[in-house]
């Protein structure tokens, strides 16, 4: 497996939380994702970064904002949780912006009450 | 925009028949497309990819995948199921630069002993 840690792998929130989860690569690469899974929708992006401070906004943005101070760490922050929110968070890597795969964190999941 | 979809949300099959979960894709331009295998409680393994070249692909643990470019879809396919195939399949395509991947809904696969 690559190394991507994912930290903390499950929590539980109240509604109005900030909360950051975090995500660890120690393979060096320059591209990372932050997605989110739900029933019936697959996976969905949520920010994407292409290197350090860089950093863009996918498909579902909304209510979330990251931040890449170093290579080898990403992190996503729900400024205010609500309860659409509750999903599991996975991050991702990859090597180039061209035909390499993408590698897969293990997930984090939350639950907002 | 570009998408996948995958028509079946589950799919039988005996141990040692062959298997066949279904993708197909709309995109402009030429498709990076991508079969990813989620186990339970883990994070998605990538399976295989076509970028160019022989429209079969081989990937990892004897799966395939068929790139059909008049019928626009990139079905997965295994001679002989396995049980430990049991899992939860998706389809993905990348969506512009930066490798960033638009994902289908997701296909269970269930085989049965």
């Known amino acids: 497996d690559a190394g991507i840690t994912q930290s903390p792998r499950h929590k539980v929130t109240e509604t109005g939380t900030p909360v950051t989860l975090r995500c660890h690569q120690t393979?060096?690469?320059?591209?990372m994702y932050w997605y989110r899974q739900d029933p019936g929708h697959g996976l969905r992006l949520i920010h994407y970064?292409?290197?350090?401070?860089?950093?863009d906004k996918g498909e579902v943005s909304d209510g979330y904002s990251v931040s890449r101070s170093k290579t080898e760490d990403f992190l996503l922050t729900l400024e205010s949780a609500t309860s659409s929110q509750t999903s599991v968070y996975f991050c991702?890597?990859?090597?180039?912006?061209?035909?390499?795969?993408?590698?897969f964190g293990q997930g984090t999941r939350l639950t907002v009450v | 925009a570009q998408s996948v979809a995958q028509p079946e949300d589950q799919v039988n099959v005996a141990e040692g028949n062959p298997l066949t979960v279904k993708c197909t894709y709309s995109?402009?331009?030429?498709?990076?497309l991508f079969w990813y295998v989620q186990y339970p409680n883990r994070g998605l393994q990538f399976l295989l990819k076509?970028?160019?070249?022989?429209?079969l692909v081989k990937g990892s643990y004897g799966f395939e995948a068929e790139f059909n470019k008049s019928q626009t879809s990139f079905h997965l396919k295994k001679p002989s199921a396995l049980v430990s195939d049991s899992a939860l399949y998706f389809c993905?395509?990348?969506?512009?630069?930066?490798?960033?991947?638009?994902f289908g809904t997701g296909t269970r696969l269930l085989v049965s002993p």
């Open positions: 393979e060096n690469h320059r591209y």
């Open positions: 993905a395509v990348r969506d512009g630069g930066f490798q960033k991947l638009v």
């Open positions: 970064s292409y290197g350090v401070k860089d950093t």
């Open positions: 995109v402009s331009g030429n498709p990076y």
């Open positions: 076509y970028i160019t070249g022989d429209n």
């Open positions: 991702a890597i990859s090597e180039s912006m061209d035909s390499s795969e993408a590698f």
